[in-house]
T-cell receptor, first 112, second 123 residues
Framework: DIVMTQSPDSLAVSLGERATITCRSSQNILQSSNNKNYLAWYQQKPGQPPNLLFYWASTRAFGVPDRFSGSGSGTDFTLAISNLQSEDVAVYYC????????FGQGTKLEIK | QVQLVESGGGVVHPGGSLRLSCVASGFTFSAFGMHWVRQSPDKGLEWLTFIRYDGDEKFYADTVRGRFFVSRDNSMNTLYLRMSSLRLEDTAVYYCVKDQCRGCSSGEFFDSWGPGTLITVSS
């Protein structure tokens, strides 16, 4: 089974600064037949279900501010949030959605 | 807009059974695959099962295969999860989740989630 590992487990960033979260898969999740990485990012605020941010590693979901960016390929992926706002406080998860499904353990983002 | 509303959660004894329902609206339910995903403090987010848009293909995580059974009634826009032989470690919030791929044989990523329903397995 593919294991998704996020780092760090938590981080605190000042308002207006940049936050970076990484997600590493235990196997290559780039499918050569269609050149797509089967990786999504979700944001979960307290008391709410997760909300889709990115799919295919870097395609921004509808309504997601362009302060958010997704990148990476193969086994290493990054979610970056620039100009951090108070409403970005949340737990962020990566998800592999290929032959099966596997979530990362989550990264808790707080304001410094 | 897409709405998913779960019901049926509660407290159940180990070894017991429970059925969850999820009523969907705001999209063509019969055209999309659906999932159940759960979340607990111990295990985090865990995908459980997928059912194809027509109900003819189902996939399960190893942790629930043989104990949990997914079904759907497209005439009622409703998704179900029948759970049996419940264990303490099944305690979690259970989410009904819509797949983004229309008419696909297997699932892709999740694009809409219900608010979740809490199941507590306790003696």
């Amino acid at each position: 089974d593919i294991v998704m590992t996020q780092s760090p487990d938590s981080l605190a960033v000042s308002l207006g600064e940049r936050a970076t979260i990484t997600c590493r898969s235990s196997q290559n999740i780039l499918q050569s037949s269609n050149n797509k990485n089967y990786l999504a990012w979700y944001q979960q605020k307290p008391g709410q279900p997760p909300n889709l941010l990115f799919y295919w590693a870097s395609t921004r979901a509808f309504g997601v501010p362009d302060r958010f960016s997704g990148s990476g390929s193969g086994t290493d992926f990054t979610l970056a949030i620039s100009n951090l706002q108070s409403e970005d406080v949340a737990v962020y998860y990566c998800l592999y959605y290929g032959t099966t499904y596997s979530f990362g353990q989550g990264t808790k983002l707080e304001i410094k | 807009q897409v709405q998913l509303v779960e019901s049926g959660g509660g407290v159940v004894h180990p070894g017991g059974s429970l059925r969850l329902s999820c009523v969907a609206s705001g999209f063509t339910f019969s055209a999309f695959g659906m999932h159940w995903v759960r979340q607990s403090p111990d295990k985090g987010l865990e995908w459980l099962t997928f059912i194809r848009y027509d109900g003819d293909e189902k996939f399960y995580a190893d942790t629930v295969r043989g104990r949990f059974f997914v079904s759907r009634d497209n005439s009622m826009n409703t998704l179900y999860l029948r759970m049996s032989s419940l264990r303490l470690e099944d305690t979690a919030v259970y989410y009904c989740v819509k797949d983004q791929c229309r008419g696909c044989s297997s699932g892709e990523f999740f694009d809409s989630w219900g608010p979740g329903t809490l199941i507590t397995v306790s003696s």
